[in-house]
């Protein structure tokens, strides 16, 4: 009997620095076909893709959604209930020594969460016995819906496992991304929304969706990847936003999408952005097929 194909969407929701990019890294590990996201897309931003014969993982990550008394929480509770609205699996990761969620609200969604809810308590690598079982019995009592799973993302304990658990929850449902799209050139991808990312977090609203990332160099060398990437604005007044007061604006996007990339590729990068004017590309057809829109 032949096998039937599962697929489905895996939110990954937590406090900034528990480990999600090394999560992301160990779960995608050499299996990896497609990093991409398009920007704006209503749906999902998509860290990464993970395709077996049989299956199909669409990763996403929420980051940074439970800082509180931040001044993007509003949109910030968008992006959290859109997790809950479109995930088949909920991926609950904190860290060995959290104690609590620091937002009520969201706290309550994950507690009523309809969907399964994983909860992955890392960095166990940093812990005793002693303290594990204090934590599990803790978020055992805090999140009595969520299946609780002790990891080491980054020594690779317990990942495998997660993942088999993950697959097991998916529903059966053909692909929703070609399996083979894009294999030839993942790394980019990935740069780009990284870079994108950051631009969202550090500029106002508008500043970010006037924004397209080309990466127009990917050297990657045995311990070192060097990468070129270009910010595309529609006006000069934007570039010099982007750029900011003897450039340290654009200075600290770099050093964050590094630390990023640092973690994900698991190599040194060297990383050159450059910022053009690139006159109302979002209204131009051709500039649109070229950053991958308007592809029908």
Do not use: C
Not at 35 to 54: F, Y
Not at 88 to 96: R, S, T
Not at 227 to 238: G, H, L, N, P, W
Not at 269 to 283: A, F, G, P, T
């Amino acid at each position: 009997m032949e096998q039937k194909h599962k697929a489905g969407f895996v939110n990954i929701i937590g406090n900034p620095n528990v480990g999600k990019s090394t999560l992301m890294n160990a779960f995608v590990g050499e299996r990896l076909s497609i990093i991409t996201s398009k920007a704006q897309t209503t749906r999902h931003r998509i860290l990464g893709i993970v395709n077996g014969e049989d299956f199909q993982v669409v990763l996403s990550d929420t980051p940074g959604i439970i800082k509180p008394a931040y001044e993007m929480q509003k949109s910030m509770m968008d992006f959290v209930k859109s997790a809950f609205e479109d995930a088949d699996v909920l991926i609950y990761m904190v860290e060995i020594g959290e104690k609590e969620l620091k937002d009520e609200d969201f706290f309550n969604k994950i507690i009523h969460s309809k969907i399964p809810v994983l909860l992955l308590l890392n960095k166990i690598d940093k812990s005793n016995q002693d303290e594990l079982e204090e934590q599990i019995e803790l978020w055992k009592a805090k999140v009595p819906n969520a299946e609780i799973f002790p990891i080491s993302a980054l020594e690779n304990f317990n990942v495998k496992e997660v993942f088999a658990r993950i697959l097991d929850l998916l529903p059966v449902s053909p692909p929703y991304y070609p399996k083979d799209a894009l294999t030839d050139k993942p790394e980019r991808f990935f740069v780009n929304e990284t870079i994108r990312e950051k631009i969202l977090l550090n500029y106002d609203k508008e500043i970010p969706y006037a924004v397209e990332i080309e990466t127009e160099e990917f050297i990657e060398d045995e311990k070192i990847i060097r990468i070129r990437s270009v910010i595309m604005v529609e006006r000069d007044t934007q570039k010099g936003i982007i750029i900011g007061h003897k450039g340290a604006a654009l200075k600290k996007v770099g050093m964050q999408s590094r630390e990023d990339l640092e973690k994900f590729f698991g190599k040194q990068i060297h990383i050159e952005l450059y910022v053009k004017v690139n006159k109302d590309w979002r209204s131009n057809a051709y500039q649109l097929r070229r950053f991958g829109y308007n592809q029908k």
